[in-house]
């Protein structure tokens, strides 16, 4: 249900699950037009993201993601400048990327790939179309963390941190021309 304060009143809301389904992690967009919950199976190897209409009550799927072993419950959102269109994790290809989608549930583009584990976001300019992440990326060692940037579009990939070893802090500079790893 969703209580409306301004009129008294309380709506039923329509989110298709069942007994087997867990909603969970509601929320509300950060330009105020779309309430979300998110939606999963009981064995969690599928998650929805819902978008809820408070006038009818009805749902709406945002985004959905599968995997054959366990899908992570609570990806990462993280909204650009204009508050519709955001940055999503998904695990869909067997490591964790990044991608961009918007709240009507539309997919532009894949922001990082290949057979790297990314292990979060670090930066996102939008003006300079840049965004940096870590993953684990090291030829020698899978577990160690690596520095890398690459296009809001998905565009110039690479790897920044040049020795293979654990980075696990780092600072980049305002303009984005100089790191320092440690």
């Given at each position: 249900?969703?209580?409306?304060?301004?009129?008294?009143?309380?709506?039923?809301?329509?989110?298709?699950?069942?007994?087997?389904?867990?909603?969970?992690?509601?929320?509300?967009?950060?330009?105020?037009?779309?309430?979300?919950?998110?939606?999963?199976?009981?064995?969690?190897?599928?998650?929805?993201?819902?978008?809820?209409?408070?006038?009818?009550?009805?749902?709406?799927?945002?985004?959905?993601?599968?995997q054959d072993t366990w899908q992570t419950n609570k990806p990462g959102m993280r909204y650009l400048a204009d508050q519709r269109r955001f940055i999503w994790t998904t695990d869909k290809s067997g490591y964790t990327h990044y991608?961009?989608?918007?709240?009507?549930?539309?997919?532009?583009?894949?922001?990082?790939?290949?057979?790297?584990?990314?292990?979060?976001?670090?930066?996102?300019?939008?003006?300079?179309?840049?965004?940096?992440?870590?993953?684990?990326?090291?030829?020698?060692?899978?577990?160690?963390?690596?520095?890398?940037?690459?296009?809001?579009?998905?565009?110039?990939?690479?790897?920044?941190?040049?020795?293979?070893?654990?980075?696990?802090?780092?600072?980049?500079?305002?303009?984005?021309?100089?790191?320092?790893?440690?």
């Amino acid at each position: 249900k969703v209580y409306d304060l301004a009129g008294k009143t309380s709506s039923d809301i329509d989110a298709g699950a069942d007994y087997e389904h867990y909603l969970y992690d509601v929320r509300v967009s950060p330009d105020g037009s779309t309430m979300m919950v998110n939606r999963t199976d009981r064995l969690q190897q599928d998650l929805e993201v819902l978008g809820i209409d408070l006038e009818t009550g009805a749902c709406r799927v945002i985004v959905a993601e599968h995997q054959d072993t366990w899908q992570t419950n609570k990806p990462g959102m993280r909204y650009l400048a204009d508050q519709r269109r955001f940055i999503w994790t998904t695990d869909k290809s067997g490591y964790t990327h990044y991608e961009i989608r918007d709240l009507d549930g539309n997919f532009y583009n894949a922001i990082t790939s290949g057979e790297i584990q990314t292990t979060g976001l670090q930066m996102v300019d939008e003006a300079a179309n840049l965004v940096s992440f870590t993953a684990n990326s090291s030829s020698e060692n899978a577990y160690y963390n690596q520095y890398h940037m690459v296009g809001l579009d998905g565009a110039g990939q690479r790897r920044v941190t040049t020795l293979e070893l654990h980075h696990s802090n780092y600072n980049l500079s305002p303009d984005s021309k100089w790191l320092i790893a440690q």
